[in-house]
């Protein structure tokens, strides 16, 4: 039985997208370690492992579990966990993956030592880079050396490099905004090299987000690279499936193709000129732009190529969408084009996957709570 709304994927283009993400670290000489927390989708991510990416990233120690179940060997949890029963949960996941935290604080460090020594593994960590105003990570290198003294003289702690995230800045790509974003993957090299003789492993990380501005990165990176072993690895999440939005207006990637869109049902035609459709704020992300019209069809399913239009408003389960041009009717299908796929498949407990001509060919589950 179909329904509406639906969140569909194009498999066609994941792939492809998944594809050409490989293909630009590979040129670049960087690994993926892509954030699944944008789908939380096992097929998504066992297409993105079988592409080559090294690890995977996640944001919260729940998440970490659901990869450790996928069978993802390696996980980086990019935040810092500091309560003692979510460390606790961090640290049993360690004999069945490699589990990395993030560390920002003395209180962080003493916490993460307690949890790994009552479990009698050794956790390892990564020293984390922010910037002032922004999120978590410390501000400046001297910060950064305390606490790696800290981490070299605790017991049940390893230190293994640095973590950045310069995505906290518009997503645009004028002059002011890459300012910023060199200025933070620059803090975050210079931390790394400083930090170079407390690294704990042959092969120390240097990690930063990479959706928006992996081209930054990879430029910034180059004094890490320098580093015998070192490794350089990007988060991009949103590459898999990319957007009709903020993604498709910064990224620097040549070759992604936004893969998933909202498909809601005409349900009400009360004025002339508009109609609304049965999608909404519960269906839709919002935070980055409201949806954007890419197609429309009557219920037999013939295009109207003439449909044009502008959503004017957003409610639970209603969306208004003003016409620009061909009237649609009561019972019309519309797909929307969305922006941020990171705030739109947690609303979504299965996804319809679509081939190249629109046909369902699989529904796939999300997994963002804990069976």
């Known amino acids: 039985m179909t329904s509406y709304p639906q969140l569909r994927l194009s498999l066609p283009r994941l792939d492809s997208n998944i594809g050409v993400m490989a293909q630009w670290c590979a040129a670049a000489q960087v690994q993926l370690w892509p954030h699944i927390k944008t789908t939380m989708c096992r097929p998504v991510v066992g297409r993105q492992l079988a592409a080559g990416a090294q690890a995977v990233t996640v944001a919260t120690p729940a998440q970490a579990a ?31 993956s490699e589990v990395m935290i993030l560390i920002d604080s003395a209180a962080g460090i003493a916490a993460a ?42 017991r049940g702690l390893r230190l293994v490099g640095v973590s950045a ?78 957007d009709h939005g903020m993604y498709a207006r910064v990224s620097p990637i040549a070759g992604l193709a936004p893969a998933v869109t909202v498909r809601g049902e005409v349900i009400s ?16 992300p919002h935070d980055a732009g409201l949806p ?7 219920a037999r399913g013939t295009g109207r190529r003439e449909c044009r239009g502008v959503v004017e408003a957003l409610y639970d389960h209603h969306m208004v969408l003003r016409l620009t041009g061909s009237p649609l009717a009561v019972g019309d299908l519309v ?37």
């Open 66 to 96: 659901i990869a450790a179940t996928w069978g993802c060997p390696k996980i980086l949890i990019a935040n810092e966990v500091v309560n003692p029963d979510a460390l606790g949960r961090v640290c049993g996941l360690g004999t069945d």
């Open 113 to 154: 030592e307690a949890a790994a020594r009552a479990v009698g593994i050794v956790l390892d960590v990564l020293v984390d880079v922010g910037r002032r105003g922004g999120r978590t990570g410390v501000r400046d290198e001297g910060a950064a050396v305390a606490l790696a003294h800290r981490v070299r003289s605790s």
């Open 165 to 242: 995230y310069e995505g906290v800045v518009p997503a645009q790509r004028d002059e002011k905004t890459l300012a910023l974003v060199d200025e933070h993957c620059r803090l975050a090299v210079a931390v790394f090299v400083e930090l170079v003789t407390y690294f704990e492993t042959g092969g120390p990380i240097f990690t930063a987000g990479g959706s928006a501005f992996p081209d930054r990165v990879v430029a910034a990176a180059a004094p890490v690279r320098a580093v015998p072993g070192a490794v350089v690895a990007l988060r991009s999440g949103c590459s898999a499936v990319h």
């Open 269 to 284: 035609a009360p004025e002339s000129g508009l109609v609304v459709v049965g999608a909404g704020k519960r269906d839709v």
């Open 292 to 298: 954007t019209v890419v197609g429309a069809w009557d």
């Open 335 to 371: 797909d929307f084009g969305i922006s941020h796929p990171c705030g739109a498949f947690d609303r979504w407990p299965i996804i319809t996957v679509v081939d190249g001509d629109g046909r369902i060919v699989a529904d796939w589950a999300t997994q963002f709570v804990r069976n």
